[in-house]
């Protein structure tokens, strides 16, 4: 297997609560993954799970309380080189605040295209290409962020990170804003470039379905920590965590299934325990023990070893917790 090109290990991220003299807010509790080269990690959750921060704490927008953000092999300092700036882009959510709503959209890339240093390019030529690699029209570099549509503007935003050549995009919910029409134009173009440009992709988002598209890994997030990973193929035809399973409840369907179980019929609106697992107020399986402890991130006995799950049911075989999977699932999508 080859070596991971990014890690979290252990990253922690409080905020102090606003107008108060002592106290924080843990957004990121204690996350470690990591991504091989050329992979492309799905990170999922509702909002308020954490998924945005720990990807902002990635690209040092935010920094760590504790733990380390590492790159092949190296320590991320809180103070970055050009060079690691360079190679670890963000494309955030909203495209049009993240744009200089002044600068015409040729200025907002061929700034990018200077500080990326693209060998054997004059900007406008860098431009140019940058636009048709996105699939943009020459004429848009003559207009602001204003003029263009919400999927405009992101592919523009997409441009810009790859002007610098990256070897690591991080797309912050690129996709939430967009008209569903919109968002599978996002989608395709990603892996496209992703493919082209031999990138490591991390996505963070709110939608299942769209990350069954793009990802070969999936991280599901609750309450600032990852509560199961595995392949998306996996993750799809047998989750573990309850809360997965009432993420995939909530997800629409064209075609319902006739009948759901309990458990993964479960709402996922509710409140979070501030002690042992943060589900077990919402959870269907929860025991005294969910109280006591917070189940660690391990690989239920049997099953598919891509699989980590955080939860005291599925280590212990609860009665009504899913079952091993079958070796049919195993492997990437």
């Known amino acids: 297997m080859a070596e ?50 720990l990807c902002k704490s990635i690209a040092g927008v935010y920094k760590p309380s504790s733990g380390q953000v590492i790159y092949k092999g190296a320590v991320l300092p809180t103070k970055r080189s050009p060079e690691l700036r360079r190679a670890i882009q963000i494309v955030f959510q909203d495209p049009y605040t993240s744009l200089n709503p ?36 020459e004429v848009a570099a003559t207009v602001r962020p204003s003029k263009l549509s919400g999927g405009q503007r992101q592919r523009v935003a997409i441009a810009r990170a790859l002007a610098v050549e990256p070897t690591i995009i991080l797309a912050d919910e690129v996709t939430s804003a967009l008209d569903v029409s919109v968002q599978a134009v996002i989608v395709n173009l990603l892996a496209r470039l992703a493919s082209e440009h031999d990138l490591t992709l991390v996505f963070v988002t709110h939608n299942l379905q769209v990350v069954r598209a793009l990802c070969n890994r999936i991280c599901v997030m609750h309450a600032g920590r990852i509560v199961e990973t595995a392949f998306t193929t996996t993750i799809f035809a047998a989750p573990k965590h309850p809360y997965t399973l009432a993420l995939m409840a909530a997800a629409p369907r064209l075609h319902p299934r006739e009948a759901e179980d309990g458990l993964s019929a479960r709402p996922t609106a509710g ?55 079958s070796s049919s699932t195993r492997g990437e999508s």
């Open 4 to 53: 991971p090109i990014l890690e979290a290990r252990d990253v922690t991220v409080d905020f102090a609560h606003r107008g108060r003299k002592a106290g924080h807010l843990r957004a990121v509790d204690h996350v470690s993954f990591s991504v091989a080269p050329g992979e492309r990690l799905g990170i999922v959750g509702e909002s308020g799970s954490g998924k945005s921060t």
């Open 102 to 137: 002044r600068m015409r959209i040729g200025k907002v890339l061929e700034e990018a295209v200077r500080a990326g240093g693209r060998r054997g390019e004059t900007p406008a030529q860098g431009v140019r290409e940058l636009l048709a690699t996105v699939g943009l029209p």
């Open 271 to 325: 409140q979070i325990a501030s002690d042992g697992c943060a589900y077990r107020l919402r959870c269907p399986l929860a025991r005294a023990r969910c109280a006591e402890e917070t189940p660690p991130l391990a690989p239920p006995n049997g099953d598919d070893p891509s699989q980590q799950v955080a939860c005291h049911a599925v280590a212990e075989g609860w009665e009504g917790a899913p079952r091993s999977t």
